[in-house]
């Protein structure tokens, strides 16, 4: 076998390359993109709605050549009272691109579509945002949840839940108790299972909290008493029998399972494809 480390570049594969030594195949994916940041937090009238997770996106045989392909892995948006707001960015690899998550609305600013879309914020328009936008085939997340429409008085507003992966986000009901955002989509492609993409909660009248980085969830949501959530930053893997290198900051690792090498990215870089075949 072969392991090394050059130029940034680190590199894991076994056998005999093909022309030029990058040879194609076929290779599983899973390329999340950063979750929406929840709607703004600037006075006691603002139970916002949370953000949407960033767009997921599976598929598995995905044919590639052997080359380099350049990976993007979107940022999670902020919680922000300004415009534009902080949809998260997407991620990408090869022709796939995953949607950033929609921004959760609040009192100022209106939920945003996205990968999955943000939840509604009291005062705005009822409805959650629009998920799978753009649209893709299978759908790359879903809508976030309702508000309950009203912005006075401050004990019966309540935002909806941005979407998720596996689910539209909850809605909110009038009172102070906020809702769930909407159910991620658990996958072992790394070897472990883990949840991505889940949506950010709608707000509940305590401090908002962060989506998880690596997952692209969306920012759950706050009241006037404390800072809205950020959405988490996204992440791109790729798997095949085919060796791997990647490039980029320590965070992006190559790993060989037994049969699969499994490249995985939480920062942008390079992905090298077919640096050998498995023997």
Do not use: M, W
């Not at 139970?47 to 960033?54: C, E, L, M, P, V």
């Not at 609305?105 to 996205?114: D, E, I, L, N, Y």
């Not at 508000?147 to 102070?176: D, I």
């Amino acid at each position: 076998s072969k392991r090394g480390k050059s130029f940034g570049y680190q590199v894991l594969g076994f056998g005999a390359g093909g022309s030029g030594g990058l040879e194609p195949g076929t290779a599983e994916y899973l390329v999340v993109a950063g979750g929406g940041g929840s709607g703004c937090a600037s006075d006691s009238n603002s139970r916002a709605g949370g953000g949407g997770a960033g767009g997921f996106r599976i598929a598995s045989c995905f044919a590639l050549d052997g080359g380099v392909y350049t990976i993007a892995v979107g940022a999670g948006g902020p919680s922000s009272c300004a415009t534009p707001v902080g949809n998260g960015t997407p991620s990408v690899f090869s022709s796939i691109t995953s949607a950033g998550g929609g921004h959760g609305g609040s009192h100022r600013t209106g939920q945003q579509a996205g990968g999955s879309g943000g939840g509604s914020g009291p005062g705005q328009a009822p409805s959650g945002a629009a998920g799978n936008t753009p649209p893709v085939s299978p759908p790359q997340g879903n809508a976030g949840g309702n508000g309950t429409g009203e912005n006075n008085p401050v004990s019966n507003n309540a935002g909806g839940g941005g979407g998720g992966a596996g689910g539209a986000g909850g809605n909110g009901a009038s009172g102070p108790n906020g809702c769930d955002g909407g159910v991620g989509v658990a996958n072992a492609i790394t070897g472990a299972s883990v949840t991505y993409a889940s949506g950010g909660g709608g707000a509940n009248g305590s401090p908002g909290s962060p989506g998880v980085n690596g997952t692209g969830g969306g920012g759950n949501a706050a009241n006037g008493s404390g800072s809205g959530g950020s959405g988490g930053s996204g992440i791109v893997v790729v798997k095949s029998t085919n060796g791997l290198a990647v490039s980029g900051p320590s965070c992006n690792s190559v790993t060989f399972d037994g049969t699969n090498f499994v490249a995985s990215f939480k920062a942008s870089g390079d992905l090298t494809f077919g640096c050998a075949a498995a023997a």
